[in-house]
């Protein structure tokens, strides 16, 4: 495992696409910080490009590679290695070459320009997006035999997870304005893994405006332990259950 | 004679004047500060110094009250602790405590009751139920006081300083926390207050309640219930004050309630969860103020009309404006809008196409609190953006016609 970790990640440190991706984020980043007088605003504008951007890449990236890989993988099979040493080494080193892109494009325009403890947050819930993503992408890359198909359904997660989860959510609300659904309307918007670490965002950013109306109400969910662990652990489950289906698919594939 | 009388009555006066005594008091001798108080000559001096426990003390001649250092005043649970009950005396460099929590009386640890030109300088007020307490009085002076509630007691505790139909009294330089209201107004006309700080109180900073005419400027108002409520006033002036961390659910920066003909000018307004509430104010001056990181910056309820809003600053705010109908009749020109995209193609300094700062979020969440929870996702920023270019829900007064590109300075 550590033997293919350490040749898919000297492929992927080759990758233009990687390095395109890195060398972005961060042209993305300083030309906010560059741009806008306030940092303040910079920040809010990167928070929109971490929600939205950052796990679209980390999925089309991951999916596409795994198609480009193929034949690499094919060659590997071949060998006396387990299947499970082999996509575990492809996804660790796929997802440390993502995060170290991210620390690169985006972690580093932070600590320079806006060291705060809302940064900090954002940093570590979009390494934990990306991540989620990364682990999808990989799920579908698996279980499509086609890249056309592959990429278009990875499109089609993103575009769920981004607006239309959201989109639905917003028309439950209004379709049930009448009852008492408040207790229900974070705990299902957490569902959503993209929304879930955008309210933890928020929950620095917008603190002043989260004490209003309904500020007991995210402060019972996320200001106690408990709901913080569960806040993490969807997360996690986001990213272990897609995992867990990659592997078993992969171990029984045909390549 | 009468000549004689005229000249030798003067005379007499100011050598009573210039024999006025300075009797030095020390606490725990062979006379007690009651009774120096009774034989005491108007203009005299008391210098106390060591603790008083002798009850209530009542001040009834023009006098001063000295506190040497670490003088205190202890009240011993009677009641009030200092009464002031004659014009022209001054009560200084105290520490004054224990005037008892009451639900029947407002026992304060200094009271002046319909007197003029009391001069109440440089006291610390520990704990007491109310602070300093003006009642009926004019010209008087309260500077450089710390007024410090019990915050286990919070709940208990009565005002800082209360002012009950005075005139002309000037607040000065008096840190005031952990009490009901800081500073509470009610009939007080033609005051000044500057430079005070008024901090955790419970209720509000500072509370005005039908007293017209007066002034506050260079004031801190932090982490209070809410930080400063102006009510059913008119030509009231508020300039260069800060606003800061008044959160909760019905909390705000500065309250304005049935305010007429006033000025706001200067301000700075930080971190509340609602930064400026105007509720039916006539001929408001809102101008150069600024909001920063408030939940609502500034939520203008319909019925303000006539008022000016002006130069201010809106940079960082979950909300800049909110309101609770369609009614707009107030005119809100030339402010700095952090998120206005508008270009100023004549290069004049004034975006050429109108900014609305009420967006489609803005009013859902108005009607479902809950909404929240879709704050800055990508939904949210479409419904945005498509409101504010085709504006069908929110009221089409409410804008900005000439927002300025960048931020005034200062």
């Known amino acids: ?60 990236f991951t999916i596409v590679y795994g198609y480009d890989v193929l034949e690499f993988t ?5 060998q006396p290695i ?67 198909r592959g990429v278009g359904i990875g499109l089609g997660v993103w575009f769920v997870f981004v607006l239309v989860y959201d989109a639905l959510l917003m028309w439950l609300m209004f379709a049930l304005s009448d009852r008492p659904i408040e207790p229900w309307v974070v705990p299902l918007a957490a569902l959503d893994p993209i929304d879930l670490a955008r309210i933890m965002v928020m929950l620095e950013v917008d603190l002043a ?30 990213i272990v259950v897609p995992i867990a289906f990659a592997f078993r698919t992969f171990r029984g594939k045909d390549l | 004679m009468k000549r004689l009388f005229a000249t030798v009555v003067p005379f007499i006066l100011f050598v009573a004047t210039m024999m006025a005594r300075v009797v030095p008091h020390a606490a725990n001798g062979a006379v007690p500060l009651t009774q120096r108080l009774k034989e005491a000559l108007p203009g005299d001096t008391i210098l106390v110094s060591g603790e008083v426990r002798e009850g209530t003390l009542t001040i009834d001649r023009p006098m001063a009250l000295i506190g040497a250092a670490g003088a205190v005043i202890d009240g011993d649970d009677a009641g009030d602790v200092v009464v002031i009950t004659a014009d022209d005396v001054t ?57 410090v509630g019990h915050p286990q007691r919070e709940n208990r505790m009565g005002n800082g300083i209360h002012l009950w139909h005075c005139h002309n009294v000037r607040i000065l330089d008096n840190l005031v926390r952990d009490h009901r209201d800081g500073i509470y107004f009610e009939f007080v006309t033609d005051t000044r207050i500057e430079r005070n700080k008024s901090l955790h109180n419970l209720r509000y900073g500072l509370h005005f309640m039908f007293s017209n005419r007066n002034a506050y400027s260079y004031n801190r108002f932090q982490d209070n219930g809410a930080g400063v409520a102006v009510m059913y006033s008119h030509h009231m002036e508020m300039r260069h004050n800060r606003f800061l961390s008044n959160r909760g659910a019905s909390s705000y920066g500065l309250l304005l309630k049935e305010i007429n003909d006033g000025v706001l000018e200067d301000n700075e307004f930080a971190d509340n969860t609602t930064g400026l509430l105007v509720d039916g104010c006539n001929r408001f001056r809102i101008v150069d103020n600024s909001f920063r990181a408030n939940g609502w910056a500034l939520r203008l309820f319909a019925n303000a009309t006539a008022c000016v809003i002006t130069r201010n600053l809106f940079v960082g705010n979950t909300f800049d404006l909110s309101t609770n109908g369609d009614l707009m009749l107030n005119d809100i020109n030339g402010n700095y809008w952090d998120r206005y995209v508008g270009y100023d193609l004549d290069r004049d300094g004034y975006g050429d196409v109108p900014y609305r700062p009420l967006g489609f979020f803005g009013l859902l969440v108005e009607r479902m609190p809950y909404a929240m929870v879709f704050s800055r996702s990508l939904l949210v920023a479409l419904l945005d953006q498509a409101e504010r270019l085709i504006p069908t829900l929110t009221p089409l007064a409410m804008k900005d016609d000439h927002p300025l590109m960048r931020m005034p300075n200062g």
Not at chain 1, 8 to 17: E, F, G, K, V
Not at chain 1, 93 to 118: D, K, M, N
């Open chain 1, 82 to 148: 387990g299947r499970s040493a082999i996509l575990g080494g492809q996804v660790l080193a796929l997802s440390v070459s993502l995060l170290l892109a991210q620390g690169f494009g985006l972690g580093l325009p932070l600590l320079v320009h806006f060291p705060t403890r809302v940064a900090l947050v954002l940093t570590v819930t979009g390494s934990a997006l990306v991540l989620v993503f990364s682990a999808l992408g990989t799920l579908i890359a698996l279980s499509q035999r086609e890249k056309a």
């Open chain 1, 209 to 238: 405006a989260m004490m209003g109306y309904s500020g007991a109400l995210y402060k019972e969910f996320f200001g106690s332990t408990g709901g913080m662990a569960v806040a993490l652990g969807t997360l996690m489950l986001w």
């Open chain 2, 91 to 147: 009560v200084q460099g105290f520490t004054v405590r224990g005037s008892r929590i009451s639900d029947m009386h407002d026992n304060a640890g200094i009271k002046v009751l319909d007197r003029a030109r009391a001069h109440i300088v440089d006291n610390f007020l520990d704990g007491c139920f109310f602070g300093i307490y003006l009642s009926g009085s004019r010209d008087a002076v309260v500077q450089g006081n710390r007024v």
């Open chain 1, 1 to 60: 495992m550590i033997k293919v970790f350490k040749y898919t990640l000297i492929d992927l440190a080759r990758n233009r696409a990687m390095l395109g991706y890195a060398l972005l984020l961060l042209l993305v980043s300083e030309g906010l910080f560059q741009l806008e007088g306030d940092p303040m605003k910079a920040f809010l504008g990167l928070v929109q490009v971490v929600i939205a951007l950052v796990p679209l890449i980390a999925m089309l």
């Open chain 1, 74 to 78: 094919q060659l590997l099979a071949v």
